[in-house]
């Protein structure tokens, strides 16, 4: 059964520095999104993605956040200068149309 | 705000017994509701979904009730085993791909042998 993957599982940084969370979506879905959990609370939204541009961000998603989709398999989540509250779990999720979003296992984001 | 919130933040049953998950949403523009479960150190796993034109879907072992007129939406899984411990979460949508999913708070469900 195809899966999204994510790299790393767990990503360790220094406050200021800038980390890149990959993503592998199910190779034929169109729609693909950002979410993150903070330890103990629920899943937020970040950002969707469909055609090569952003299609929805919420506020979380600041100047500081980027995504990109540099080929045709990948979709990167950047974070320019860490911030010890951006540790958190970061999913990656991906959809066709008619079906419900499939999430990745995650990358736990540590910030020291 | 709207939000989606979840009743109760543990529910405690023995194998075998049935379990009942609830959830409440509080956007009337809702359409599209998923259940989601999510293991340690995983990512959120679908389990089920309904759109709002129906009112009950089942699956294998689970089924999920909508009830429009109050905003509630349950999980029902039958025989509970040990593998179903886990957090449930209900997420909501409106019914068009692309359109971000918004989260309740979780329930963690334990299984008791």
């Known amino acids: 059964e195809p899966e999204v993957t994510q790299t790393p599982s767990h990503q360790v940084t220094q406050m200021g520095q800038e980390v890149i969370l990959r993503c592998v979506p199910i190779?034929?879905?169109?729609?693909f999104y950002w979410y993150r959990q903070i330890l103990g609370q629920k899943v937020e939204f970040l950002v969707s993605?469909?055609?090569?541009?952003?299609?929805?961000k919420s506020e979380i998603f600041d100047d500081q956040f980027s995504v990109e989709r540099p080929d045709g398999s990948n979709f990167t989540l950047k974070i320019r200068s860490t911030k010890l509250e951006d540790s958190a779990m970061y999913f990656c999720a991906s959809q066709s149309p008619g079906i419900t979003q499939y999430f990745g296992p995650g990358t736990r984001l540590t910030v020291l | 705000g709207e939000s989606v919130g979840l009743h109760l933040p543990t529910l405690s049953v023995q194998e075998g017994d049935n379990s009942i998950i609830n959830c409440a949403y509080s956007?009337?523009?809702?359409?599209?509701f998923i259940w989601y479960k999510q293991e340690s150190g995983k990512g959120p796993q679908f389990i089920i979904d309904i759109r709002s034109n129906m009112d009950k879907r089942q699956g294998q072992r689970v089924t999920v009730l909508l009830n429009k007129t109050v905003k509630h939406l349950s999980l029902q899984i039958a025989a509970t085993q040990p593998g179903d411990s886990a957090v449930y979460f209900c997420a909501e949508s409106s019914d068009n791909a692309g359109n971000m999913l918004t989260f309740g708070g979780g329930t963690r469900l334990m299984v008791k042998p």
């Open positions: 993605f469909y055609n090569n541009e952003i299609s929805e």
């Open positions: 956007n009337s523009a809702s359409d599209y």
């Open positions: 190779s034929n879905h169109l729609y």
